[in-house]
């Protein structure tokens, strides 16, 4: 059987090295585009919560510390008990657990926003979202930040697209009670 196809409006973008995929003119994108807004300001404050009592740095008083180079103190890991190891571990694993875990439900509203297609992994090149650039900015934040403006300027097309079909069908039917060949 043939594969039929026709056009979707689906524009590609190309982002680090992949690509987004999306009709930005679509209806139900805006639908699902803010509701997005909702369920990642809920991750946000989960993600806040779980990880506020991991925020800042390890309190080492009690284990064992070495100077690094900067003349910050550090924990000596070779000098750990193995109480403070495991406290160490587990910490970290906790931290990386949430992380994991916040990362992969956003990418997949994402994926829920923009189509099934797009591979999130790839256009933020398998970094975590809730990973800060070097300037502070959550790496999801730019992204939102670099897509604001093609929503913009869909917006703006979607919008005289649908005054040129307003003005065409007023035009038509003021011929039509006139009398006028179409």
Do not use: C, H, W
């Amino acid at each position: 059987m043939a594969d039929f196809s026709f056009d979707t409006g689906i524009r590609v973008y190309p982002m680090n090295g992949s690509e987004l995929s999306v009709n930005m003119a679509d209806n139900n994108f805006y639908y699902r585009l803010l509701n997005m807004q909702d369920e990642l300001a809920k991750l946000e404050k989960e993600y806040v919560e779980k990880t506020k009592g991991y925020n800042g740095k390890l309190d080492i008083r009690g284990f064992p510390t070495k100077e690094g180079k900067s003349g910050a103190l550090s924990v000596d890991i070779e000098e750990l008990t193995d109480e403070q190891y495991d406290a160490v571990i587990n910490r970290a694993e906790a931290v990386i657990a949430i992380n994991y875990d916040i990362d992969q439900r956003v990418k997949a509203v994402l994926r829920d926003v923009f189509g099934e297609s797009n591979d999130f992994d790839a256009i933020f090149r398998g970094v975590n979202v809730m990973a800060l650039d070097s300037a502070g900015n959550r790496i999801l934040t730019n992204f939102m930040n670099v897509i604001a403006p093609l929503i913009e300027e869909a917006q703006s097309i979607n919008a005289k697209e649908v005054s040129d079909i307003v003005g065409n069908r007023a035009a038509r039917r003021a011929r039509n009670r006139r009398g006028d060949a179409v």
